[in-house]
C-alpha cells in the first residue's frame, strides 16, 4: 500500500524542474490512502492535520482529479483521496484596475497559489440548499478553490449589474471576463 512519505518523496524527485507535468502521468491505479481534504482546506493523513505547510503543497502539485474523484499521482502510482468539496481555499485576492473593464482579480489560495481569475480560470457561484452562496475559482485542469467568505464579501463589493443570456445578472468582471453570481430581481 502506498504511504504518504513515499508520495511526498517520488513527487519531489519528479518536480526538481518546475511543478510536476501531472496532466502527462497516467500510472495504475494503486488503491485510497487515508487522506482527506476538508472544507476548510485543512489536509489530513490518517485522520491527523498535516501541519507542515511545504508537505501540503507539494501533495497539492501532485493532485488529479478524474470526473469526480481525486487522486495524488507519480510517474508509477495512482492513490484515492477524499475531497469534502474543493481541493483548495482562495483566501484572499489583489485587484489591479478596480471599476475598469479590464478588471483583474488575482487570487491567494491556501496552498501559494497565484491564479488570475478571467476565461481559463473562471469563477463560478453555487448556492448550498439554504441558499447560501459557494463561489469557487478554477485553479487549474479541473482542481477548484471554495473562496472564502471574506474575499467573497470583498469582491461583491467589486460587483456590477451586466445584461447577459437575456437576463440581467450581478456579477464581477476579471480579465475582460464576466462572471455571473445571482440574477438581478434576487438581489435583496
Not at 489536509?43 to 505547510?53: A, D
Not at 493532485?63 to 475531497?83: A, H, N
Not at 496552498?111 to 459557494?134: C, F, L, M, S, Y
Not at 468582471?173 to 435583496?188: G, K, N, Q
Request: glycine share 10%; hydrophobic share 40%.
Amino acid at each position: 500500500m502506498p504511504s504518504a512519505e513515499g508520495l511526498a518523496a517520488a513527487a519531489q524527485t519528479a518536480g526538481r524542474k518546475g511543478p510536476p507535468p501531472v496532466h502527462l502521468w497516467n500510472p495504475p491505479f494503486c488503491g485510497d490512502i487515508d487522506m482527506r481534504i476538508a472544507v476548510d482546506g485543512t489536509w489530513f493523513y490518517q485522520g491527523t492535520p498535516i501541519g507542515r505547510k511545504p508537505l501540503v503543497r507539494l501533495f497539492a502539485s501532485i493532485l488529479k482529479r478524474e470526473g469526480e474523484k481525486f487522486f495524488l499521482v507519480t510517474p508509477v502510482e495512482k492513490v484515492g483521496i477524499t475531497v469534502d468539496d474543493a481541493p483548495f481555499v482562495a483566501v484572499d485576492f489583489d485587484v489591479s484596475r478596480p471599476g475598469a473593464a479590464d478588471q483583474v482579480l488575482s487570487f491567494l489560495t491556501n496552498v501559494g497559489d497565484r491564479v488570475i481569475a478571467g476565461p481559463d480560470n473562471p469563477i463560478r457561484v453555487e448556492r448550498a440548499p439554504d441558499g447560501t452562496p459557494r463561489p469557487y475559482l478554477h485553479v487549474r485542469a479541473g482542481l477548484e478553490a471554495l473562496i472564502d467568505r471574506k474575499s467573497f464579501y470583498r469582491m461583491v463589493e467589486l460587483g456590477e449589474s451586466l445584461h447577459r443570456d437575456g437576463r440581467d445578472w450581478f456579477g464581477i468582471r476579471s480579465d475582460r471576463a464576466f462572471f455571473p453570481m445571482i440574477p438581478d430581481t434576487e438581489l435583496a
